[in-house]
C-alpha cells in the first residue's frame, strides 16, 4: 500500500481490480490494515478499485486541526487527479456516502455514478445517528450500544437471548490499532466533521445516476433520511435491504445490486 502526499496530507491507499474506475469511500475508523476488507469482496473482480485510508485515518496524515467534509471531499478528488484518474463510479459507505455526496456535489465531473449506501443527508434532511454524543463511553459498552441502533431488531430482549452473537459483534468492533499515537483525537475530529455534515439544501444539484442503498432496520441512517436523499437527488434509484446499518454484509442480494448499477454504462 504506497503512502503518497497528496495536497497537504500524505494518503495510505491501495488499488486491485480491472474493469471499469472506482473510488470506495469508507465508513468511520476504517483502515485498510483491517482484514477482511473491501480489496477481500466482490469488488475487485469487477472493478479497478481504488481506495484509501482517510484524513486522520490508519496510515495516513493525522493533522490536529478540525476536519471539514468539503476537505474529505478535496482529498478524494485529489487522489482521483493523482493516480491519473480523470472520473470515477463512486461507491460511499456511511460516513463515506456523507464524503461522497460531497465529491458529487463539489467535483461532479469526477462522479460517473454514484452508489450512496446507509448514509443520510444531514440537516434539515434528518442526520445520521449522532455518535460522536457516545465518545466518552468505554468502547465495549459503546459497541454494544451501537449493536441496537445499527439493527432496530436487535433490541434488549434479542441481545439477552443471543449473548454469543453479541460477544462476537463486540469484537468484531474492537479497534486493533486503538494504541497508536494521535488514534483518539483523529476519531473525535472524524466524528466533529460528521456531526456537521448537511448537504440537504445542495442534493438537488447531484445530476449523476445515483443509487441509495440502505437497510430497512438502519438506525443509524434511518429509512426516513433515506426517503429524504431520493426525494431531492433527481432520479435517484431508492432500493431496501434486509438488514440494518451492515445490511451489506446480511443481505446478499446488496452488493450484486450495487455492482449491476455501478457497471452500467451511460450513453
Not at 473482480?45 to 468539503?70: E, I
Request: glycine share 10%; charged share 25%; with cysteine.
Amino acid at each position: 500500500m504506497p503512502i503518497e502526499t497528496v495536497g497537504d496530507i500524505d494518503i495510505c491507499f491501495e488499488r486491485q481490480g480491472t474493469g471499469p474506475r472506482l473510488l470506495y469511500i469508507s465508513g468511520t475508523g476504517a483502515d485498510l490494515r483491517n482484514r477482511p476488507g473491501v480489496f477481500d469482496g466482490p469488488l475487485p473482480r469487477t472493478f479497478d478499485v481504488l481506495a484509501y485510508d482517510q484524513r486522520g485515518l490508519g496510515r495516513t496524515s493525522k493533522p490536529d486541526r478540525p476536519y471539514s467534509m468539503a476537505e474529505y471531499a478535496d482529498d478524494a478528488a485529489r487522489l482521483m487527479d493523482h493516480v491519473g484518474w480523470r472520473d470515477s463510479r463512486v461507491l460511499g459507505i456511511s460516513f463515506g456516502g456523507m464524503v461522497a455526496q460531497e465529491l458529487a456535489l463539489r467535483h461532479p465531473a469526477k462522479v460517473e455514478r454514484l452508489v450512496l449506501a446507509c448514509t443520510s443527508p444531514g440537516g434539515a434532511g434528518e442526520p445520521s445517528y449522532p455518535l460522536h454524543r457516545l465518545q466518552d463511553m468505554e468502547p465495549a459498552e459503546r459497541a454494544r450500544f451501537v449493536i441496537g441502533i445499527s439493527d432496530t431488531r436487535r433490541d434488549l430482549a434479542w441481545a439477552e437471548a443471543n449473548p454469543a452473537e453479541v460477544d462476537a459483534l463486540v469484537a468484531m468492533s474492537m479497534d486493533g490499532f486503538a494504541g497508536e499515537p494521535g488514534r483518539a483525537m483523529v476519531a473525535r475530529r472524524q466524528m466533529e466533521a460528521r456531526a456537521g455534515h448537511d448537504t440537504w439544501d445542495r442534493l438537488g444539484d447531484i445530476r449523476c445516476p445515483t443509487m441509495i442503498a440502505a437497510g430497512r432496520y438502519d438506525g443509524i441512517a434511518t429509512p426516513r433520511a433515506q426517503e429524504n436523499m431520493a426525494s431531492r437527488i433527481p432520479g435517484a434509484d431508492l432500493r431496501y435491504y434486509d438488514g440494518g446499518h451492515l445490511f451489506m454484509l446480511q443481505d446478499r442480494s446488496a452488493f450484486p445490486a450495487m455492482i449491476e448499477f455501478l457497471q452500467h454504462a451511460d450513453a
